[in-house]
């Protein structure tokens, strides 16, 4: 049976359904997930749907566009992602039963469907709600640039850190700066030919490269990059990208929706390290790695015979993500995984607060994890 299911409703075009299923396929290959085994994308719902397998529905609004599934998938608590023209056409696209749920505007430049595969790989849970993006960048040379993007991604529903607007007053700057990097699916970086003459810059440039987390890097022009990361995907600015200090709207627009591709390799990289020492972690103390479940979490077999559910978390670990270990896990003993370099004292507290709490999971810190592991073992 397939972890997961797509199901394509409401009035999509043959060009929408290739153009989806394309990224769709994309993005989870990434979390090495094989199509017809792995996940399924069927228009409507056919004779082999599951009501048990995570399931994600996308609804191509259009006039007169019909929804004879409401009733089975409102009952099994399936989300529906609505996709219409524009907000003006929300009464007119979608059906009644949809339109009291936020529906996504389709972009016309987004010819991928990116948009859309990220809002349901979302609701699959194969990427986090919150999109988190670091803005890097050296005041000196690019200040207004940086402020615009944040006006701009935030107006995209990114989440994004900047430095001068989101540090709380009284706060330690430096701890909460570390901590929101570790929290961040992507770094945007600014890179100007100075960037790499501040120690602070150099630092978030590093620290981005420890956590493995994926960078997009916006090179300035007539500027040739000093330094590579593999973790990194150059996008060279001209001249002519540039309206006085500020970008074009074109090359704005062009931004979010490469940050939409870049977000999705960076979760799933990030994700596979942390399985990656996991799996090599439990072979060494003499058990298996038996396979992938739902909502990325994994199953492994402790030497002793016994079963661990482990829940992979990219980024900072919250009590949501031990209430969902808790929900996969079954009967089965359960263990939150994270990369805890980082992360705030505070926040950490918070952790040690939580695990005294809630002992029905453990906490496994993925730079430590043999050394935890048999201690569970115990």
Known sequence: M???QCLLLGAPTSEQVT???TTFNECLGLFELKPGHDFTIDCGVQAHYSQ??????????????EFPESALLTRLGVPVVPVVSSAAHVGVELPPSLRNINALIADPADTMLRRVASAALQCLGLLPAQRRVFVSYRREESADVALQLFEALSARHFEVF????SVSVATEFQAALWHRLCDSDVLIMLDTPGYFNSRWTTAEWGRAVAKHISMLQLVW???????HSRLATLK?????????VRLSAAVLGDVALELERVRSISVALRHANLVGTLRT??????GTFEGVGQKRSILLKLPSGNSLVAYPVVGVPTSLDVHECVNLSGAH????????????DDWVQHMDWLAQRVSAVKWIRSREADWQLADIEL
């Open 2 to 4: 397939a972890l997961y």
């Open 236 to 244: 060279r600015l001209s001249t002519d990208n540039f309206v006085g």
């Open 281 to 286: 972690a439990i072979e060494d103390l003499g």
């Open 221 to 227: 022009p007539d500027h040739e990059p000093s330094r």
């Open 19 to 21: 153009l989806f299923s």
């Open 333 to 344: 003993a359960a263990a939150v995984v994270y990369d805890h370099l980082g992360i705030s």
């Open 162 to 165: 900047l430095d001068t607007h």
């Open 52 to 65: 048990v397998t995570a399931t994600v529905a996308v609804f191509f609004g259009a006039e007169g566009a």
